[in-house]
């Protein structure tokens, strides 16, 4: 297998370092006319697997760069962003197009460290294919292994490139090993490496028996045919890819054939490899180098030959505004128009940028649309409809972005200037609007309070927050109306710092502080209060006396009032007072500030004053009475508890089982998936579980994950001293 085509010719702009310095046509955007002549495929893999800098590679291969760039440089051109840049890892999808033969490549970069897993799995949305990427030197993780599951889960066509392969530690052996036991043995190689001297200086093809020279940095002209000795250290390698192509082949002839020694003709061998790729049953693995530039032609071929294109995939599950199904779409570019934002993005000059995959009918410039998100008002996102007109439209490269008249079914593109698209919303006809199905998005679970440095910076606070959350699901803006802190929940503490810097970046002056966890008050024994609110000033005066009784009640039942006064003492008008002004004290706390609960408010006597007596008067008096029976009586804080169910592998259940119970968790049931996992069921304090994002992921090596629900309030133990 080979690429056909020439490379664009290169120009190079003097005195540039960054991205835009290096394009060989900055000015020219790619738009597809046809969607079985577009390939969409994510990049995904750990963190410092080489995904950024694979894709450097591919750009330099094509033409689309004079040279590739550099991560500690900030001179990538998928990580643009400024806080990627910092971070030296990518930490938002980016979308880099080819073109290849007249095929269009959408590659999309994605994040590969835990914290971003939101951008992630916005890839896998956008993308029809994806490309696993693992170092040669690294090998794979277990957050590697279950996003394997994942893409399978969803059906996804996918292949491995090992990269690295420059590297003295390579280990391309060891590698290939561990991904087909983590993976399956549908994972094989197309190509093996060729040593000279103890370094890889080119790639054969098992298929094909010829070698690639990439020994001068680049792919030469030619291609030779493997020697003796070449072919035969292959022949094992070439034997065990043939009959895995022959085991997905429709031909139920073809392996009886190979069996009794019948040569199978190459050609037949490629087409049923395609096939079987496409249909995601069968998972190619190329070797890469960044720095050589090995594999890069080789990968680009099976990206546009193996991988399918929009045509072959399954558009997803589309409703009208009211809920009822729409009926089933097709990736055609005169149906109704339905694309969804799948990252949006702010431009200190363009304002709202949206990185958009069309599933069905085609996104022009000057048209009007429908812009409408719906069923994410739990991360603060209300459901909201809008009817806007699309002005332009963009083919992006990393950060720099290229216009465009149009983009069909199957294509990606950005949308500058939609006022009101956020991530996860569906573009459609104004004349039909629709709803896409969304994307399952995870839970936030790391809280991060925030407080502006002055009182100027809570309007610019509440600005920025509002922009950043419009582009980021995983993030939730919490007011806690109990605690009155600000709270950012976040991924991880990666995800928090970038957020962070963004507020900062856009001028908002801020810090962090400590998380309160909301707690209650009880009593934890009955008590009696008597409340005398008397005041003469002059004029009408105040006067009202009350006295209760206070009995805790049982966790959860909430709030009794009753009345025994005889004789009138406190006149019938007056008792809701007193009611009032208990609860108002309640809300407020009698110890530590937190809100009253359980508790059984038993009015007993009191006076009244035919003149000064009045409904704030009485109000005040049964505030005091129970800030006095407080005083005298005892007092519980009670913390929240949340049911929590952890996802673990299984080697990994007795370290969080032994965690759990440092934490005051109480086990309540343990599960076995079957696969390998186990579903961990506790009971856990909330204070116990402010960090456990991050402290759960240190435990699993990032693959453990959790989902919680409150449950109650349970008594403080007096050894515990919440913050």
């Not at 399954?314 to 409703?319: E, G, K, L, S």
């Not at 004290?585 to 007596?613: C, I, N, W, Y």
Request: net charge negative.
């Amino acid at each position: 297998m080979s690429v056909k085509g020439t490379k664009d010719s290169a120009r190079t702009a003097s005195g540039r370092n960054g991205p835009e310095g290096r394009r060989a046509d900055a000015s020219a955007g790619l738009a597809a006319e046809e969607p079985g002549r577009i390939r969409n495929v994510a990049l995904v893999g750990h963190s410092g697997a080489g995904k950024t800098m694979l894709i450097e590679a591919l750009l330099a291969a094509n033409g689309m760069i004079t040279r590739k760039g550099s991560i500690p440089d900030g001179t990538t051109v998928s990580d643009s962003d400024p806080a990627a840049v910092h971070q030296q890892r990518s930490v938002t999808l980016s979308l880099v197009p080819l073109l290849i033969d007249g095929i269009k490549v959408n590659l999309l970069d994605t994040p590969g460290y835990p914290d971003f897993i939101g951008e992630l799995r916005a890839g896998l949305r956008a993308a029809d294919t994806a490309l696993f990427v693992v170092s040669a030197v690294d090998g794979i993780d277990a957050t590697t292994t279950a996003l394997w599951g994942e893409c399978q889960h969803m059906g996804l066509p996918r292949a491995v490139a090992i990269t690295r392969m420059d590297h003295p530690r390579a280990d391309y052996d060891g590698v290939l090993a561990a991904c087909r036991k983590a993976f399956g043995d549908g994972v094989l190689p197309l190509y093996v490496p060729v040593r000279t001297g103890g370094e890889v200086t080119g790639l054969l093809g098992l298929l094909s028996g010829t070698v690639t020279d990439y020994s001068s940095g680049e792919q030469s002209t030619a291609s030779r045919a493997a020697d003796a000795g070449e072919l035969a250290a292959s022949e094992p390698a070439r034997g065990e890819l043939i009959e895995g192509i022959i085991a997905e082949s429709e031909d139920e002839t073809l392996m009886d054939r190979y069996l009794e020694g019948e040569a199978i003709d190459t050609d037949v061998l490629i087409a049923d490899l395609e096939t079987a790729v496409e249909r995601g049953s069968f998972f190619p693995v190329l070797s890469t180098s960044a720095v050589t530039g090995l594999g890069t032609a080789e990968l680009l071929e099976v990206l546009v030959r193996a991988f399918p294109s929009p045509l072959e995939v399954t558009v997803p599950a589309a409703t009208d505004l009211a809920g009822t199904p729409a009926g089933s779409l097709s990736c055609d570019p005169a149906g109704p128009l339905a694309a969804e934002v799948v990252r949006t993005s702010i431009d200190p000059f363009l304002g709202r940028i949206c990185l958009v995959r069309v599933f069905s009918g085609t996104l022009r410039e000057d048209a009007p649309v429908h812009v409408g998100g719906h069923g994410l008002a739990d991360r603060g996102h209300q459901d909201h409809d809008t009817d806007e007109r699309v002005t332009h439209l963009y083919s992006p490269l990393g950060a720099t972005l290229r216009p465009v008249p149009f983009s069909i079914a199957g294509d990606m593109c950005a949308v500058a200037k939609l006022g009101s698209a956020e991530t996860g919303d569906t573009i459609s006809g104004r004349d039909r609007p629709l709803l896409l199905a969304t994307w399952d998005m995870p839970e936030p679970l790391l809280p991060v309070a925030v407080e502006p440095d002055t009182r100027s910076d809570e309007d610019a606070l509440a600005r920025s927050l509002g922009k950043i959350a419009a582009g980021d699901p995983t993030l939730r803006v919490e007011r806690n109306t109990e605690t009155h802190q600000l709270v950012l929940w976040c991924m991880g503490e990666a995800h928090a710092e970038v957020v962070l810097d963004r507020l900062r970046d856009q001028g908002v002056k801020l810090h962090t502080v400590d998380v309160v966890t909301p707690l209650r008050e009880t009593f934890a024994s009955p008590a009696a209060g008597h409340g005398r609110h008397v005041k003469q000033s002059g004029g009408h005066g105040q006067y009202a006396v009350c006295d209760i009784e206070v009995e805790p009640l049982p966790r959860g039942a909430g709030f009794e009032f009753l009345d025994k006064t005889v004789g009138g003492v406190v006149p019938g008008t007056f008792i809701p007072s007193v009611e009032k002004g208990v609860r108002a004290q309640m809300e407020k706390g009698v110890s530590a500030g937190f809100p009253v609960v359980d508790l059984r408010v038993t009015l007993v006597g009191g006076k009244a004053h035919s003149v000064d007596s009045s409904d704030a008067a009485f109000q005040a008096a049964g505030a005091l009475a129970l800030r006095e029976a407080a005083a005298s009586g005892r007092i519980q804080l009670l913390e929240p508890v949340s049911a929590v169910v952890i996802t673990v592998a299984d080697e990994h259940v007795g370290s969080v089982m032994s965690d759990l119970s440092g934490r005051r968790g109480r086990l309540t049931g343990t599960t076995s998936s079957g696969e390998g996992l186990t579903e961990i069921s506790a009971e856990v304090p909330d204070q116990e579980l402010l960090r456990y994002a991050v402290d759960l992921r240190a435990l699993t090596a990032g693959t453990g994950r959790f989902r919680r629900r409150y449950l109650r309030h349970d008594p403080v133990p007096a050894s515990f001293s919440p913050s």
